[in-house]
């Protein structure tokens, strides 16, 4: 069963790494805004896991108790943040990048921010477009890429689009494959929603209708304190959860392969309980 699990999480990995494209672009301004849109937030495409590699480090070895509640929650997490890390990463870098630069406006009444970005041995060059959606109050965002460092060589390729609301407090992603830059199948939506710094929803989607994965999600959310990690498998019907209270370290893992599914909780410590802490 955990061989089907983390087969579940790698094909959400490929599917998030091996991204593909959709049949349209996006249709150009017709009036160009005097100033430039603000960028969407990084967070819009990140997970925070810090807990469970942080808690995992301190104190796992420095007790006899039992702690397999947590440590399932964790084995699973280990796994998402790897396939998410792994995708997200560039993404993340490029909007980071772009932070620190000088946007124009350009004929096609957009603004780009040109410039380059490196990650690991892949050197890319960065054309991100945005302009403002008025009748929609949404801005448009277009993410072209080339480099040659990149197997295979990409040119001028539109690596991902989106739409944000006005203010930067909702959006949506979806991305192309890298690796068929000619594909041209939706395949991966990340839906997100940050109204403020305590709240956060992420929402990552397989919407490639052939795929056998298709209508599974992973959605990640912030509430103050509260943390919450669900994987939906749309074949089997079945969500899965594991949350935690990133303040007191409390936290349960409900999961289809674990406990035969039953709410399985630990404690401030991540000490094995028998129910909700007090």
């Known amino acids: 069963m955990r061989n089907l699990v983390q087969n579940k999480f790698l094909n959400l990995g490929v599917l998030i790494i091996f991204l593909a494209g959709i049949t349209t672009c996006e249709k150009k301004p017709t009036e160009p805004e005097a100033t430039a849109p603000n960028l969407p937030p990084a967070q819009s495409m990140k997970i925070d896991f810090s807990f469970f590699s942080n808690s995992s480090n301190s104190f796992l070895s420095k007790t006899t108790l039992s702690k397999n509640n947590f440590l399932a929650a964790a084995g699973r997490v280990f796994i998402i ?26 004929e096609d009444g957009k603004w780009h921010w040109i410039f380059t970005a490196e990650e690991g ?56 494959d890298d690796k068929s830059p000619e594909s041209l199948v939706e395949v991966l939506k990340i839906d997100w929603e940050i109204p403020d710094e305590t709240e956060r929803e992420l929402i990552f989607t397989n919407v490639k209708e052939s795929s056998s994965d298709y209508g ?63």
């Open 121 to 176: 041995p892949n050197t890319f060059s960065v054309d991100l477009a945005g302009w403002i959606d008025t009748p929609n109050a949404e801005v448009v965002w277009e993410v072209y890429i080339s480099s040659n460092t990149h197997t295979p060589d990409l040119n001028n390729f539109l690596w991902y689009h989106g739409r944000s609301k006005i203010g930067n407090k909702e959006g949506w992603w979806i991305f192309h």
């Open 81 to 106: 943040n790897t396939t998410v890390l792994l995708a997200s990463i560039v993404p993340t870098a490029v909007l980071v990048a772009a932070l620190s630069q000088q946007p124009k406006l350009q």
């Open 216 to 278: 599974d999600y992973l959605k990640y959310g912030i509430e103050l304190t509260d943390r919450f990690l669900i994987f939906f498998d749309s074949s089997e019907n079945l969500t899965n959860t594991i949350y935690w209270n990133a303040e007191t370290g409390e936290g349960y893992i409900e999961w289809f392969d674990y406990n035969d599914g039953e709410k399985s909780y630990w404690d401030k410590d991540q000490n094995d309980i028998s129910g909700p802490p007090a």
